[in-house]
């Protein structure tokens, strides 16, 4: 059974940095793609990066240049770096796993297991 389990939430004040952990289990695919999605109240949980083993990471437009997405092959563990945290990044944020490689338009329909979230909580 996959697990995804999720941590490093917290508030900071703008422009501040935190970094979100996703230790995963129980996944045996070859070939996955990773990802993190963030959910704000009322709205649409929307993607903000992907990473598998085949291309460079991708970024949502709002993210990039200030979040980055790694993994820990050996820990089984996905990070996401957040810097120059806006209040409009405030929102529950997902990590997920596919078996297969990212596709080239990334929704959370395209995933099939999710962690239970760690709010990120922005203030100005």
């Known amino acids: 059974q996959v697990q995804l389990v999720e941590s490093g939430g917290g508030s900071v004040q703008a422009g501040g940095s935190l970094r979100l952990s996703c230790a995963a289990s129980g996944y045996t695919h070859y070939s996955y793609c990773f990802g993190w999605f963030r959910q704000a109240p009322g709205q649409e949980r929307e993607g903000v990066a992907v990473?598998?083993?085949?291309?460079?990471?991708r970024y949502a437009g709002s993210v990039k240049g200030r979040f980055t997405i790694s993994k820990d092959n050996a820990k089984n563990t996905l990070y996401l770096q957040m810097n120059s945290l806006k209040p409009e990044d405030t929102a529950m944020y997902y990590c997920?796993?596919?078996?297969?490689?990212?596709?080239?338009?990334?929704?959370?329909?395209?995933?099939?297991?999710w962690g239970q979230g760690t709010q990120v909580t922005v203030s100005s």
């Open positions: 990473i598998d083993g085949t291309a460079s990471p």
């Open positions: 997920s796993v596919r078996g297969t490689w990212c596709p080239l338009s990334w929704t959370p329909a395209d995933f099939d297991y």
